[in-house]
């Protein structure tokens, strides 16, 4: 039983908990494993002196006292800037240097404050996100694999590698400068995105939606926008969050089963959210610095205007997928393009493109790919088709809402 307690803590609470550790002890090993430590203990008192009222406090203190205990008994301090400009290790053609001695901007939100301390140039960019998902987020390895749409060992061993790079490099952990927030901005905005992602639609378990990364999510963006509002795709990547924040509660029916966008009761989106996130758009537009979240929001957009699914703007969506995809070019981005471009005009090509996308290999194993390509089918009226390719996205997921989805899709086409 406490076991299980402790599991659902950790994984409510155990990113903003190691988050504060991290800040407090300058080390994002040294916070882990005195977090770990709190964890081996509240397993032996717990049962013994019962759950303490605030549970998160009593792992926090712990933590903290740990962690306090090995610095003094190993007398590790962070190095000073200077010295880590002399020990940094490779760090990479893009990396830009750490000016210890600029002004610290006074980031008001101590999550986003160890987020961009975390985005740190030293790291490859992936890296700088994954490890502030895991540290900082609280997101676990599979779920940032599937973040990255790569096998769960690949994302594992960047975390080790980014990890090893910093006791390596002595690389502080300590708030950038101000004038190095801009530099930091992508892998910060990447983080938040996947976050939101995560919450979403979960990699895992019974429920679709993660409500409090969602939330979480929304509130980092919020504040980022705000802190830098002459940052075009700041404010694309708010209103994004909210163009999709505002369908959240109409994406589960009854039963908790996923449902589709196309068949989404419209009078369940919150309005006030959609507004917000179009007035966001168009200021983000305005800035004519076009980038990824300003196209996906406007994606989002569309969508949004469509009283009905039958009046979505398919040939617009397309276009807007097209430069995505010239300006972010991946397999997913690619595989959404392919289905716009099948809605807009042609079926049986969008469904050439996908199968295009399926013969490389890279994202075999992304059930989307095979839901995507499912659906096209169905649409087609290749009922036999359409059920192995639904069968085999069934295979390919693990969250409890879509399963119960696709098997509903699978059972209708008997």
């Known amino acids: 039983m406490f076991a299980r307690a402790l599991e659902m803590l950790q994984r409510r609470d155990g990113g903003r908990i190691l988050a504060g550790l991290i800040g407090k002890l300058g080390s994002i090993e040294l916070a882990e494993e005195a977090l770990q430590d709190a964890f081996t203990a509240a397993l032996e008192r717990w049962p013994v002196d019962g759950v303490p009222m605030n549970p998160a406090a009593w792992l926090t203190t712990v933590a903290q006292r740990r962690g ?31 000016a210890a001695d600029s002004a610290h901007f006074d980031l008001p939100d101590e999550r986003l404050r160890l987020i961009f301390t975390c985005c740190h140039p030293a790291l490859a960019p992936a890296s700088q996100v994954a490890l502030a998902l895991h540290t900082l987020c609280g997101l676990t390895t599979r779920e940032i694999a599937r973040a990255f749409v790569e096998p769960e060992a690949t994302t594992a061993q960047k975390l080790v590698r980014a990890k090893a790079k910093i006791a390596r490099a002595g690389i502080p952990y300590e708030v950038p400068p101000a004038d190095a927030l801009p530099a930091r901005l992508a892998a910060v905005l990447a983080v938040v995105y996947f976050l939101f992602n995560e919450g979403y639609t979960a990699a895992a378990g019974e429920t679709l939606v993660r409500p409090d990364l969602c939330v979480e999510a929304v509130r980092l963006a919020r504040a980022i926008s705000e802190l830098m509002p002459g940052q075009a795709e700041a404010h694309g990547l708010l209103a994004l969050l909210l163009f999709h924040d505002s369908r959240r509660t109409a994406r589960v ?51 949004a205007e469509a009283r009905r699914a039958a009046d979505t703007d398919w040939v617009q969506i397309a276009g807007l997928y097209g430069r995505l995809l010239r300006l972010q070019p991946s ?41 995507a390509r499912a659906d096209l089918l169905r649409r087609q009226g290749q009922r036999d088709a359409a059920r192995a390719c639904y069968a085999s996205a069934l295979e390919r997921t693990g969250n409890q809402a879509e399963r119960r989805y696709l098997a509903a899709r699978i059972a209708a086409l008997v």
Do not use: C, M
């Open 68 to 98: 306090l205990d090995r610095l003094r008994y190993e007398r590790r301090r962070p190095q000073a800037g200077a010295e880590v400009l002399a020990a940094l290790a490779d760090p990479g053609a893009d990396a830009t240097p750490y």
């Open 253 to 303: 029916d009854s039963s908790g089963a996923l449902v589709p966008l196309e068949e989404q009761d419209r009078a369940q989106w919150r309005r006030p959210l959609i507004d917000e996130a179009r007035v966001l758009l168009e200021r983000a537009i305005a800035q004519r610095a076009a980038g990824p979240y300003q196209l996906q929001a406007a994606i989002a957009a569309l969508h």
């Open 331 to 371: 397999p997913v981005v690619e595989l959404n393009a392919a289905v716009a471009y099948a809605l807009a005009f042609s079926l049986e090509e969008g469904l050439r493109w996908i199968e295009a996308i399926e013969a490389r290999g890279v994202i075999e194993k992304y059930h989307l790919l095979h839901a």
